[in-house]
Nanobody
């Protein structure tokens, strides 16, 4: 069983930056596809970014491309999301997720385990 714990959320002004971390337990972390999703109140959970097991491939939602960067450190069992040039529409609960199948995906139903989420609020 893999457990994920996100941290780093908070309140930031528009145009600012924030970094999220997701610490994973379990020795299989290094072989997993990892991703970030987000969910605003009253909306569906949306894909943000995903990364392959060796960081060789990344995949971003169009809405964050060029502003957000996903990365991982397998030695620390941690995946990161650096968010720059934040906008009020980036406000949401951000979730870390992982999947057993080694294929990048933007669909939340294809992810097998999830963290509890961390709130990001961007003020205008």
């Amino acid at each position: 069983q893999v457990q994920l714990v996100e941290s780093g959320g908070g309140l930031v002004q528009a145009g600012g930056s924030l970094g999220l971390s997701c610490a994973a337990s379990g020795r299989t972390f290094s072989s997993r596809i990892m991703a970030w999703f987000r969910q605003a109140p009253g909306k569906e959970r949306d894909f943000v970014a995903s990364i392959s097991w060796n960081s060789g491939s990344t995949y971003y939602a169009d809405s964050v491309k060029g502003r957000f960067t996903i990365s991982r450190d397998n030695a620390k069992n941690t995946v990161y999301l650096q968010m720059n040039s934040l906008k009020p529409e980036d406000t949401a609960v951000y979730y870390c997720a992982g999947r057993f199948r080694p294929v990048l995906s933007g669909s939340p139903i294809e992810y097998d385990y999830w963290g509890q989420g961390t709130q990001v609020t961007v003020s205008s």
